[in-house]
């Protein structure tokens, strides 16, 4: 039985209509799929997939060596249009061009071809291949060049997106007033030293003149970190360190943190700040003080501020003496500020003591010197107009930003 079917040709579907299919793909060798429209005649629809399924089936099993070249430079291109990625691609690859693969199949079965056949088919089948290879290479090139798009793509930055802010951090008024500070000393000739917040009690109070059963050392009580170390309560140990290791003349000034077992109030904190000033040399006098802590203090105050100097007691200087400036909110008037007197007290100062030189390997003799301590957090308050001392050790940016 031969039957062709022409373009167009319809028919219906059911055993008799596949076997028609079959045997006419049989012979001709024609892919016919295109071809034929389907018309179903059962109840349930048989689709052109079914259809298509049968046809390659029966045409897998039956197809001569010839038909299988034929079917495939026909529908060749089409296969390829189809995929999309290159794991499908690669699948392909080995489908036609694989040691098992379809061309190594026609290969295999040239023998079954005669004498002239053979090197036609032959030739058509190298053709085929090189096809092929030409089509694989395309479309992985496409494909390669489809994922990299896919990958810029999704990998694109939108600049015109706002980054995230870095926050910016501020100088704390503190830290303002200590640059300040160290300013001025430094053009006054001073160098910065520096010392430990956790101090030996040695330097924290024996090498300052004040014994363990000093009443002083009441005054400065802070944490101890056990029976030799503490927080130290000033920047004076600073002092000593200097003196020990350096050799007169010595002009320092020590800025830090210092500690105190102090109630946190408005006014009062267990962690304050200080900077220390030490000069030692030969033919140091009290006037040399005085002249330095004038310049310092208007400086930091402004020109007209009125100074005094009023006498005072620490363990460490002889003589000492407190200095004061002249209110900087009622200009000696009298406020709450100054509590009435005129006056705000700005720091601790004297000539240093003796057994302190000695202590710390100074001949007192030949040299002498004197010393300063000034509490920071009360210049910036006053600087700064500040009301809460609690609000330097906050951090609070809306706080801090302000200065
Ligand atoms: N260390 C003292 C205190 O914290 C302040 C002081 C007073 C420092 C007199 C000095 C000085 O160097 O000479 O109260």
């Known amino acids: ?100 693969g379809e061309i190594a199949d026609v290969f295999s079965k040239m023998g079954e071809l005669n004498a002239e056949e053979r090197p036609l088919i032959g030739k058509k089948t ?77 330097n924290n109070f024996e090498a300052l003149n004040i014994p363990e059963y000093h009443p002083a050392r009441d005054l400065q009580d802070t944490f101890y970190i056990d029976d030799s170390y503490l927080l130290r309560t000033h920047t004076s140990p600073v002092q000593v360190r200097t003196m020990e290791k350096e050799k007169p ?43 330095t802590i004038e310049t310092v203090v208007k400086s930091l105050y402004g020109e007209n501020r009125a100074i005094r100097f009023r006498p005072s007691y620490f363990p460490f200087t002889e003589p000492s003496a407190e200095v004061d400036v002249s209110c900087i909110v009622c200009n000696g008037e009298g406020c709450p500020l100054c509590s009435y007197t005129g006056w705000i007290e700005v720091l601790g100062s004297g000539m240093v003591h003796p057994n302190v030189l000695k202590m710390s390997g100074i001949d007192p003799e030949k040299y002498s010197g004197y010393a300063f301590g000034m509490g920071l957090d009360r210049i910036a308050i006053l600087k700064y107009g500040i009301d809460d001392i609690r609000l330097f050790f906050e951090n609070d940016r809306r706080f801090l930003h302000q200065f």
């Not at 012979?27 to 349930?44: D, E, N």
């Not at 039956?62 to 089409?78: P, S, T, V």
């Not at 994922?147 to 793509?153: A, E």
């Not at 520096?194 to 009690?201: A, D, L, N, R, Y």
């Open 1 to 100: 039985m031969k039957f062709t079917l022409e373009p167009g040709t319809e028919f219906i579907v059911g055993l008799p209509g596949i076997l028609i299919i079959s045997l006419n793909y049989l012979s001709s060798g024609l892919f016919i799929q295109k071809a034929i429209r389907v018309v179903p005649r059962c109840s349930r629809p048989l689709d052109g997939g079914f259809l298509f399924f049968m046809i390659k089936f029966f045409g897998g099993v039956f197809m001569g060596i010839k038909g299988k070249l034929k079917n495939m430079e026909e529908n060749i291109k089409d296969v390829f249009k189809k995929i999309n990625n290159l794991d499908e691609l690669e699948k392909l690859r080995i489908k036609y061009l694989g040691k098992k």
């Open 249 to 291: 003349p010595i002009r320092i000034i020590a800025p830090g943190r210092v500690y105190r077992s102090d109630e946190l109030d408005a006014s009062h904190s267990p962690i304050f700040h200080q900077i220390e000033g030490l000069v030692i040399d030969e033919e140091i006098s009290f006037s040399d003080l005085k002249g």
């Open 126 to 202: 190298n053709i085929l291949k090189n096809k092929i290879e030409t089509l694989i290479l395309n479309k992985k090139q496409e494909l390669e060049e489809k994922v990299k798009r896919d990958r810029l793509k999704a990998e694109k930055i939108d600049v015109s997106l706002p980054g995230y802010k870095p926050l910016i951090g501020h100088k704390h008024p503190i830290s303002n007033v200590v640059d300040e500070l160290k300013d001025i000393f430094i053009g006054l000739g001073f160098s910065i030293a520096e010392g430990p917040e956790v101090e030996s009690e040695y």
